[in-house]
Structure formats: C-alpha cells, structure tokens
C-alpha cells in the first residue's frame, strides 16, 4: 500500500523553531509537498521538493532525502497564525497526490 | 481576482437523494480535482480531470460522479450509492496534471440528515 507517516501534534512556543517530518511509503514518487490548513478552510500551498536539498521560503523551509523516503518541514520565528494543520503530501504519479494525515501545530504564547 | 468558488458552504442530503456540489475556477487551469477530508485525515482524491471532456476516477469513486462539459466548471454528484457522504469536499485545480501547485476552493461540508 502507499502510506505517509507523520506526527499527529507538535507543540511549540512562539517565536521558535519547529521541525515537522514526514516519511512516506510509495509506488512511484515525483516530488513532496506541504500544505497549511487552518480549521475549516481549504489548504494552501507551502512548497515543493522534487529533488535532494532544502528549499526556502522566507520563514519556511523544507527538506527532502530521496534515498530515506523522507522530508521535513522547518517553521522558524514561530508566530500565532502558524497554529494550523501542516500536510506532507506525495506526487506518485502525474496526477496523484498521496496525502498525510497531518499535523497539528499548537503554538504556545 | 482569480480563483476557486465552490458552492453551497454548507448541504444536507436526505437519504436515497442525489446532491451535487459546483465548483468554478477563473485560473484558465486545465486540471481540476475533488477531494474528500473526514475529520483528523488527509484528503484523498475522488475525481481529477486532465482536460475539458475528460476526467478519470480516483482511489474512491464509488458513489460519485462528475462532469467537465467547460474548462471553468468541474460538479461533483454525490449519489444515494454513497453510503457515507458525511465529509468536507474540496475542489482543487493546477496548471496542468503534476504541476508543482494545487489551488484549493472554500470547500463544501456535507450532512446527512
């Protein structure tokens, strides 16, 4: 089967650093993605990986390591808005998205 | 300003009724997609069109249909074969099928009554 495995909950406190990983099973893998959703609205897009290496978007990075099946995304300068639900998300095909069951970020004041 | 609309915010559904959910993007995207969200999971893909007149069945197609008769317009039909219709729908769209973003819509919540 295609799985995602990542943390059901992370805490942190505002103004730090938090790391959220995800690790993933899958028949084909074309890149990685993550997406933010706050409570009850829609997910938005944070970034992409379809190589080895970090990305950075201004506060936000994430990694990936092809050969671990594995990546992560790393919030910096924690701020209240970031509390949401964070979602890795594998492309395993052209037009398949594997979805994470996502984690819930609690930051703390 | 561009974007996704999705219609109604809120349905409820009757047992043995059919409901059918609109999406509508201005984004001049070619690939359109549903999703279903039950509470605490990720999304998991219903139906995804590649181009107008076309669209191929995701991992849970049962008891759902869809049409995609304008490149704009991609409604979702939840039959009475669905069983458990209770969820959040979302419709996404991208550039092409395999483009690096996804574009959600507002979503739809769905209750049975």
């Known amino acids: 089967g295609q799985s995602l495995e990542q943390p059901s909950e992370v805490t942190a406190v505002e103004g730090a650093i938090v790391q959220i990983n995800c690790t993933y099973q899958?028949?084909?893998?074309?890149?990685l993605s993550w997406y933010q959703q706050h409570d009850g609205g829609a997910p938005t897009f944070l970034s992409y990986?379809?190589l080895d290496g970090l990305e950075e978007t201004g506060r936000f990075s994430s990694f990936l390591s092809r050969s671990d099946s594995y990546g992560y995304l790393l919030l910096q300068e924690l701020q209240m808005k970031d509390s949401a639900s964070y979602f890795c998300?594998?492309?395993?095909?052209?037009?398949?998205?594997?979805w994470g069951a996502g984690t819930k970020l609690i930051i703390k004041p | 300003d561009g974007g996704i609309t999705q219609s109604p915010k809120y349905l409820f559904r009757k047992e043995g009724q059919n409901v059918t959910l609109s999406c509508e993007q201005n984004l001049n995207h070619d690939a359109m997609y549903w999703y279903r969200q039950d509470p605490g999971q990720g999304l998991r893909l219903i139906y995804y069109?590649?181009?107008?007149?076309?669209?191929q069945k995701g991992d849970i197609a049962e008891g759902y249909s869809v049409s995609r008769e304008k490149k704009e317009s991609f409604p979702l039909t939840v039959t009475s074969a669905q069983k458990n219709p209770t969820a959040f729908y979302l419709c996404a769209s991208s550039a092409y099928t395999g483009a690096e973003t996804q574009y959600f819509g507002p979503g739809t919540r769905l209750l049975v009554l």
């Open positions: 990986n379809g």
């Open positions: 998300a594998v492309y395993a095909s052209n037009y398949q998205l594997i």
């Open positions: 899958t028949s084909g893998f074309y890149g």
């Open positions: 069109s590649q181009i107008v007149n076309d669209f």
